[in-house]
């Protein structure tokens, strides 16, 4: 395993110390909530989004889909805090968030009740 990190670590240059931590010797898989909202603020809508890790901290690359009537955007975030939140703005009115759209990730996602 040792080797295989470190053909990984020397392609990208930089250590992946942490990777191996969090996906290779921890048992099981990321769960998250995930909340957004939309506000509206003359012709521009705020789209505000938050994560939190419920149990263990992961260093998560998350792709969040933003749909309107004319299509839809993605967004790249970061989500590696217990809880993260990220603001977007929109011409369009959203009209579904997803997280993880094309299902990149291993991880459980947890209903908000």
């Not at 939309?38 to 809508?45: A, Q, V």
């Not at 603001?87 to 997803?98: A, D, G, L, V």
Request: charged share 25%.
């Amino acid at each position: 395993m040792e080797d295989f990190v470190a053909v990984l670590e020397a392609g990208c240059g930089q250590t992946l110390r942490w990777w191996k931590e969090e996906w290779l010797e921890r048992k099981g898989v990321p769960s998250i909530t995930f909340k957004s909202e939309i506000l509206s603020s003359d012709s521009l809508y705020i789209i505000k989004c938050i994560f939190t890790q419920v149990e263990n901290l992961y260093h998560l690359p998350i792709e969040i889909r933003i749909e309107t009537e004319k299509g839809y955007e993605i967004k790249k975030v970061n989500v590696n805090e217990k809880q993260t939140s990220f603001t977007f703005e929109s011409c369009e009115k959203p009209t579904n968030i997803t997280i993880d759209p094309n299902s990149w990730l291993l991880m459980k996602i947890i209903p908000l009740k």
